[in-house]
């Protein structure tokens, strides 16, 4: 009989919580969090995008991803602009967030290898695997 201690999505946020404190602990000393380090990735990896598209990729609720690229914006990392249709903001990339991105990298890197090393190459890619079918239920 399934308890409340088992619940999958319970499991899956304290996990999601641990992992992101040590990403975080590891990419403190470029002053930002791997959430934003996350979608200042994407920026880099697929050019502008609008709000729409980013929250899309990023699957976060819009309200959500307008909080935090605020803060970003207020931070000089991205910049927004209308897009065709006034409706639309399109979010850039701005050249400070490009210089963050080049510190925060390799700091990223050592904690992905870190994670890596703690969950074993086989773990990590049935972990991934795992999560990937999840994220389709």
């Known amino acids: 009989m399934e308890t409340p201690v088992d ?6 946020r304290r996990a999601a919580r641990a992992a992101s404190r040590a990403y975080d602990e590891q990419l ?6 791997v959430t934003q380090f996350s979608l200042l990735s994407v920026l880099m990896e697929l050019g502008s995008l609008t709000v729409s598209e980013l929250a899309d990729v990023a699957v976060m609720e819009r309200t959500t991803l307008t909080r935090n690229l605020r803060v ?3 931070q000089d990392l991205v910049s927004s ?3 065709q249709d006034r409706r639309q903001r399109v979010v850039s990339l701005t050249k400070h967030g490009r ?9 990223w890197r050592e904690a992905q290898k870190r994670m890596v090393d703690g969950l074993g190459a086989p773990r990590k890619q049935r972990l991934l695997r795992d999560l ?5 239920l």
């Open 28 to 33: 403190a000393p470029s002053g930002i969090r």
């Open 7 to 12: 619940c999958v999505c319970f499991r899956l």
């Open 132 to 136: 990937a079918f999840t994220a389709q």
């Open 81 to 83: 602009k209308p897009g």
């Open 72 to 74: 970003l914006e207020k």
């Open 99 to 107: 210089a963050t991105l080049k510190i925060a990298t390799p700091l």
